[in-house]
């Protein structure tokens, strides 16, 4: 007995992509509802998800792990959106605040690993690293 997928070669039931990505199905129901899926329904009404549509989803959850809302990600799908450029370029900006506060998170945590003082707080090189939070006190 043939597959699903065999039988609709670049063909898939919600429920075969959801298990493919590792998502419940109710999250692609919900992209779908916020119009970032269009999925092709089948004469009974079953949604059947193609190569284009797997390749928006792998877009989503890209997006998704570096920060986007559910609505950047819709104006990053929608060649007709305005402002495009714009929520992009704040996207970026985030990113690139996102990834200073990783690189200072990696050296603290760096240093405490090879300090000696057993509370890292007390360690004068290590306020060092936190030193543009205290400032705001």
Known sequence: MKSSAEAAPGRWSVGEVAERFDLPTHVLRHWESVGLLRPRRDAAGRRRYGEDDVARIAIILRSKAAGMS????????????????????????????RMEEMRRSREMTEHAFRCTAHDISTCPHFRQGVADILARF
């Open 70 to 97: 559910l609505d950047q990600i819709a104006v990053l799908l929608d060649e007709d959106a305005p402002g495009r450029h714009e929520v992009l370029q704040a996207h970026l900006e985030d990113l690139d605040r």
